[in-house]
């Protein structure tokens, strides 16, 4: 076995032989280091059994809940999800299409592409990867989309919905981060949780579910002054800036717990989240890695709005 310099405490020779004396203080935090990952893999095994086993049923009666995904251009944040989707889909036994456009796709196109999907009874969900190019008129193009077919809640009806705490269909993502907090039994009520990050895709509807779940939200941007005064005062932080390595150590305690939303490519080609998490590891009390982290619960999350959307088409 190959051991990293810091875990060997003394090297011998001894008849012809090299004998090893590891660090078993270190490997021993090593391990608790490890324990302190909330993996969305995890979470997300037993839930895709159970969606697979709706989706058996739904086919037994003729229906296969089908969803398609509008790609404009390739963003690596787009195409990283759009390759987890994928799998998870065809784990659980959703058809999915990936509808891919140039970067330069005119509005029109693409409009009467969306339209086009929205006519189609076999497609129940359809996912448009935000943000658009400038050039596109995202208010007109949120307007466009069924709301029934709406399946990350980017309509303006379905933002109303949330708002109101109605029933419909929510971000898949900030849905995912609450999936994941119940699942680890990580409780909410009365908490003090710091959302970083205030886009309609995360920080925004995130608040809103989390203030469902009886927390006190405070949330935090760019522009927030002594953030790091504020994010250390927390129970939960919950980052979703989109900014690689964001989150340090500067930022939190020993007794934080840091969901990272983020999904970043770094100067390697390598995703990574918006919190250092190796480095982040020894000084919190639990952290979701990227990735293996909330990305794999939130193609859980959207596999599970498509049956929904399926559901209530029959």
Known sequence: AILAKDMVKS??????SIHVIVRKERIGKEMAYEE???LGTVAA?????????????????GKIPTLT??????????????????????????????QGFPNNVEEEDFLTALRNNNE?????????????????????????IHPKKDIDCISPINAARLMNAEKGFVPCTPKAVIEMLKYYNIEMQGKNIVVIGRSMVVG??????LLNENATVTVT?????????????????????????????EYVTENSIVIDVGINVDEN???????????????????????????????VMLAQQVIQACMEDE
Request: glycine share 6%; hydrophobic share 40%.
């Open 69 to 98: 995904i509008m790609r404009v251009g390739e963003r690596a944040d787009d195409i990283a999800y759009e390759q987890s989707a994928l799998k998870r889909m065809a784990k659980i036994g959703v058809a999915c299409e990936v």
């Open 221 to 249: 941007h760019s522009k927030t002054r002594n953030l790091s005064e504020i994010t250390r005062q927390a129970d939960i932080i919950i980052c979703a800036l989109g900014k690689a390595r964001f989150l340090t150590g």
């Open 269 to 299: 080609g390598a995703l990574c989240g918006d919190a250092d998490t190796q480095k982040l590891l020894p000084l919190v009390k639990a952290i979701t890695p990227v990735p293996r982290g909330v990305g794999s619960m939130t193609t």
């Open 36 to 38: 302190k990952l909330l």
């Open 204 to 209: 925004k509807p995130l608040s809103l579910l």
């Open 120 to 144: 189609n009874s076999c497609i129940h969900g359809i996912l448009i990867f935000l943000p658009l190019p400038n050039h596109l008129d995202s208010k007109r193009i949120k307007n466009s």
């Open 11 to 16: 090297i011998t020779h001894r008849d012809d």
């Open 45 to 61: 095994k037993q839930r895709t059994q159970d969606l697979a086993q709706q989706v058996e049923q739904l086919q037994k009666r």
